[in-house]
């Protein structure tokens, strides 16, 4: 666990280097980087935030209103600050979905109903960054590059998501297949998994049974999150770039975001600066690249990992840092939880 936290620490730190390097080299001064966004603007960027998030969470509560699964509208929203802290504390943003899984499962959802409800928003998150990456392809087609980086994030997670479907398909032997044995994986382990699996695909395939009016207001919530996380740039670089650069700022963030999840050190290790420097050091002019660079990168994303983690401390307590799942299912029939049959369907 601490080479985890170190590792975390360690990453963010980088981060953080590489914009007191850009501000030492640009000659700007530390006061004028944090001075750099007036009180109105600060305001303005955080509306955003919280709309942006915001967004994320009604997907996951329209999701599981339509899927049958109960879910409470704090729980929803809840969901993707947790999955903000636990991916930017580990490598790729792995921890993103076992985040988002905990505040699920609070409400009683199950397992199985968590990655259905999981998969369905990482549909539209796919759904959502194809359109509108094309949309941004029209308007800015410069911006190729992050366009197609952006495009290839969401075919792996498609692609990821259909695997997962896969896999739930295969535990219907009653018995451990002779890999399973092999690896010497307890047999009860098998038999949850089975009914994990049969769960998943059952609330999984409810999604094909979402009325039209709901689709297109899960597509609406996506795009109000997409808007907003591509609308945080211009709005902290607007005062002191030229406004034909706009299309810039819209576009090449696409890239940076998404894109990001696919570095291996916590919260990107510096790589999400050196690709904001490498995409606006001829945009933004040299006095405002350090203060934008610091204050997107705050309100973008370590306003919502930060929250989240103190959110997740308050609901979790210690739990969110020894591990939600290593108690097992028996530490969660303790706190009040349903039946094995019922939290694993």
């Known amino acids: ?135 941004i392809l029209i308007i800015a087609p410069f911006a190729w590059l992050a366009v197609l980086g952006a495009m290839a994030y969401s075919a792996i997670t498609l692609v990821l998501g259909a695997a997962g479907v896969y896999m739930a398909r295969l535990p219907s032997a009653k018995e451990p297949p002779r890999l399973w044995r092999r690896l010497r994986l307890a047999a009860r382990r098998w038999r949850q998994v089975r009914v994990v699996g049969r769960g998943f695909l059952r609330r999984s395939r409810r999604l094909k049974s979402l009325s039209p009016r709901m689709w297109v207001a899960l597509y609406a919530v996506s795009a109000v999150h997409f808007v907003g996380r591509l609308a945080m740039l211009p709005v902290v670089a607007w005062g002191v770039t030229p406004h034909q650069a706009l299309p810039a700022l819209v576009a090449w963030p696409l890239g940076l975001i998404w894109v990001a999840g696919f570095l291996p050190p916590p919260s990107g290790g510096g790589g999400v600066e050196l690709g904001f420097l490498a995409a606006f050091s001829d945009v933004i002019p040299r006095e405002g690249l350090a203060g934008s660079l610091l204050w997107w990168r705050f309100y973008a994303f370590y306003l919502t990992a930060i929250s989240g983690a103190v959110a997740g401390l308050l609901v979790f307590g210690k739990d969110l840092f020894t591990g939600l799942w290593s108690k097992g299912e028996g530490a969660r029939q303790e706190g009040g939880r349903p039946a094995p049959a019922e939290v694993v369907g």
């Open 1 to 135: 666990m601490k080479w985890r936290v170190v590792l975390a620490a360690a990453s963010i730190l980088a981060g953080f280097s590489t914009i007191a390097v850009v501000t030492h080299r640009t000659g700007s001064d530390l006061r004028d980087v944090a001075f750099h966004l007036s009180p109105a603007v600060h305001l303005l960027a955080l509306l955003l935030a919280v709309v942006e998030v915001g967004g994320r969470g009604m997907r996951f509560y329209l999701l599981a209103r339509g899927m049958g699964v109960p879910l409470r509208l704090s729980s929803a929203i809840l969901a993707p600050f947790l999955g903000d802290a636990a991916g930017a504390a580990t490598p790729s943003r792995v921890g993103t979905d076992a985040g988002k899984l905990a505040c699920l499962l609070r409400d009683g959802m199950g397992l199985g109903g968590g990655a259905a409800v999981l998969l369905g928003d990482l549909i539209l998150e796919a759904a959502i960054v194809l359109t509108g990456g094309l949309a």
